[in-house]
């Protein structure tokens, strides 16, 4: 639960962590995130073999999810999306979404198809899922906030993808917010420091 005293119903942040790791992964950023968020943790729903841990989906190659793994996890995420917003008391009108890598791609899935139930989108060094079976929802991504973060030397998902999905976002009506690091693939400090100002930030929206 949030720790700021409040009467009224906490906005919502819900982690999707990357591939080979689980629902705790990124909860260590709670700290740093503020404090009238209530924070759930999704946990991916095949163990990732070798090294542990869980996955969204397999790949061929970087951009090309494993299409029935993919939407499998999809559907799974929008039931528990729905389930949050249903069964929690949170502010149904400020629910966010925190990914990292495989989880940014699953966070930019839920929220280019189902933009009225998401009002702003962490996406961290991941990419856009282009060639799915979803069809995104480009103009009407105006209630929807992106602040997108990537690494200039990232080595597993190559900063040009987020460019592509910069590039992609442009077109659209959403409110996007793009930065790149001098880090490779992970969240930095200051990309992290950026993170927390944004989303309190978008809060007052």
């Keep these: ?39 759930v943790s999704a946990r991916a729903p095949y163990p990732f073999s070798p090294g542990g841990g869980y996955t969204w989906y397999d790949i061929g190659k970087v951009g090309s999810p494993d299409p029935t793994m993919f939407r499998t996890s999809y559907e799974k995420l929008l039931t528990f999306l729905r389930d949050v917003i249903n069964n929690y ?34 996406a961290n060094s991941g990419y856009l899922p282009e060639g799915t079976f979803l069809s995104y929802r480009w103009n009407e991504l105006a209630g ?16 040009e993808m987020a460019r592509r999905a910069r590039d992609l976002f442009s077109k659209s009506n959403a409110s996007v917010t793009y930065r790149e690091y001098p880090m490779a693939h992970q969240i930095s400090e200051q990309s992290l420091a950026d993170v927390v100002t944004w989303a309190t930030q978008r809060l007052e929206i």
Excluded: C, K, N, Q
Aim: aromatic share 6%; no cysteine; net charge negative.
């Design 89 to 122: 008391p949170v502010d149904t009108s400020r629910v966010f979404l925190l990914g990292f890598s495989m989880g940014t791609v699953m966070s930019y899935a839920l929220a280019l198809t189902h933009p009225e139930l998401i009002r702003g989108v962490s």
């Design 144 to 159: 929807t906030g992106f602040f997108i973060t990537h690494g200039i030397t990232d080595p597993v998902i190559p900063v």
């Design 1 to 39: 639960m949030p720790e700021a005293p409040s009467s009224s119903r906490p906005p919502a942040l819900i982690m999707l962590h990357g591939r080979g790791a689980d629902e705790e992964d990124l909860l260590g950023l709670a700290s740093s995130l503020d404090d009238r968020f209530l924070i």
